[in-house]
């Protein structure tokens, strides 16, 4: 184990004003480098981070606990991932402490030459318990290739701030039913209810030979041990049933001023739909800016920044001079949405995280402070493009935008 002391690199700092309810709120952003640096063969990859509040269980200090999940990947072949590995500041990130490897989060026997790996790892604080609960997937290798045949889990782990560790993964225990056969949390927002109970959004195939996923949300209980199914809300389906694709996936949730708001990845582009009570929801609309466009988002993962006074996405999308990134993955935007129209407002848009060369995707959101929230995100080193890197210094840097907001967050305790 080793402990990273940063000189924050400041890449980008600048402010927004926003439109919509609420026109006071403004943000600056600085992004800073947690770590950086990879073997040429393995990248680190999926790297999401949770907050554990000051003065509550585990920790007593006045600064919150920041624990961020990663693991590595190979660069060859597609998904192939080690176990997860985790780094922790204590001091809002002007420190941070790791790489540190769990046994409790690797990959595990589950026969012969065959493993399964926990990944698209989401820590996120639970207040009712006062635990850190993350929740992901499992993907499965046979002698460290894809073993098409089982199928894909929902897991979590709950994380113990005082030992600094995490409990060993385990399977949210579904229901016997066919769409539960391969379904997955991961890459998702959650969203936790007053009463502690879990809306946990989950994509997953309605039949072994149905390549068109669905994506429901699950409410669960939640002990602080153990996240147990209770019941599930409508399977959704993509509309658009002309086209050839995989239909949705990667479900991220959140709750904005009463009313509750999924966003939903497909091949071609990216889908909103809303719910009154988080497990009924509209019919899909595809995402698009206030001006009618198409917002270009597609074939990977949005995510929400909620703070009380405004509600905003994150997001990849085409149209920004990156035809050379992989399913154009890079920059990271964030722009402010209408919640009465359900679209992005376009002259709120802004790029929270530059493209350097490499997607970067795959990344989540942590509330830290009422006075700040982070966008975590990783230079996916993949596919090859060492002229590309070497203009931009790219290595396999792990990006932390911090978002600091105008006025407090209500939120976030």
Same mark, same amino acid.
């Given at each position: /184990? ?17 439109? %919509?309810?609420?026109?006071?709120l ?11 640096? #990879?073997?040429?063969?393995k ?6 981070? *949770? ?17 961020? $999940? ?6 060859? *072949? ?5 176990g ?13 402490? %790791? ?10 026997? /589950? ?44 897991v ?19 229901? @016997?039913?066919?769409?539960? !056969?391969?379904?997955?949390? %991961? ?8 009463? %502690? ?27 602080? !041990?153990?996240?147990?199914?209770? @019941? ?26 009463g ?12 889908y ?12 899909? !609309? ?5 001006d *009618?466009?198409?917002? +270009? ?12 006074? +405004? ?7 085409r ?37 350097? +060369?490499?997607? /970067? ?12 929230? #982070?966008?975590?995100? $990783?230079?996916? /080193? ?6 590309? #890197?070497?203009?931009?210094?790219? @290595? ?8 600091? #907001? ?8």
């Amino acid at each position: /184990m080793r402990r990273i002391v940063l000189a924050a690199t400041i890449l980008s700092v600048g402010s927004a004003s926003l439109a %919509g309810e609420n026109t006071s709120l403004d943000y600056t952003v600085k992004l800073t480098t947690v770590t950086s640096g #990879w073997d040429g063969k393995k990248c680190r990859v999926h790297s999401r981070a *949770g907050a554990i509040p000051p003065r509550s269980p585990g920790n007593p200090s006045e600064t919150p606990i920041v624990v961020m $999940t990663t693991q590595k990947a190979r660069i060859t *072949g597609s998904d192939i991932f080690d176990g997860l590995h985790d780094f922790r500041t204590d001091d809002l990130g002007a420190s941070w402490t %790791g790489p540190v490897a769990h046994a409790s989060l690797d990959r595990r026997p /589950m026969g012969k030459d065959i493993e399964a790996a926990p990944c698209d790892f989401t820590p996120q604080w639970h207040a009712r318990t006062g635990k850190l609960l993350g929740h992901g997937k499992t993907f499965w290798y046979k002698n460290d290739e894809h073993f098409r045949g089982p199928p894909s889990d929902a897991v979590y782990s709950v994380y113990d701030p005082v030992k600094r560790a995490w409990s060993a993964w385990a399977r949210v225990d579904l229901p @016997d039913l066919p769409q539960f !056969k391969n379904c997955s949390a %991961g890459c998702a927002q959650r969203y936790d209810l007053p009463s %502690g109970d879990v809306l946990l959004p989950v994509y997953f195939r309605p039949t072994p030979t149905d390549v068109r996923a669905r994506v429901t949300v699950v409410r669960c209980e939640f002990d602080g !041990k153990t996240l147990k199914y209770v @019941d599930h809300g409508d399977e959704i389906e993509l509309p658009d049933r002309d086209e050839k694709h995989r239909g949705l996936a990667e479900p991220s949730l959140t709750r904005f001023k009463g009313r509750f708001y999924l966003t939903l990845r497909s091949d071609h582009r990216a889908y909103l739909a809303t719910s009154e009570d988080g497990l009924s929801f509209t019919r899909p !609309k595809r995402w698009q800016f206030d001006d *009618g466009k198409e917002l +270009g988002s597609y074939n990977t993962q949005q995510h929400w920044v909620t703070h009380s006074d +405004g509600l905003f996405l994150t997001y990849t999308r085409r149209g920004a001079n990156n035809d050379h990134i992989f399913r154009h993955r890079a920059p990271i935007f964030m722009a402010q949405v209408d919640p009465r129209r359900l679209v992005v407002i376009r002259k709120t848009e802004r790029i929270i995280i530059p493209e350097t +060369g490499t997607r /970067m995707g795959n990344f989540g959101i942590v509330d830290v402070s009422p006075a700040e929230s #982070w966008v975590i995100t $990783t230079e996916w /080193m993949q596919p090859h493009r060492p002229d590309l #890197w070497k203009k931009y210094g790219t @290595d396999n840097r792990i990006f932390c935008a911090r978002i600091r #907001w105008s006025r407090p967050n209500g939120l976030v305790p």
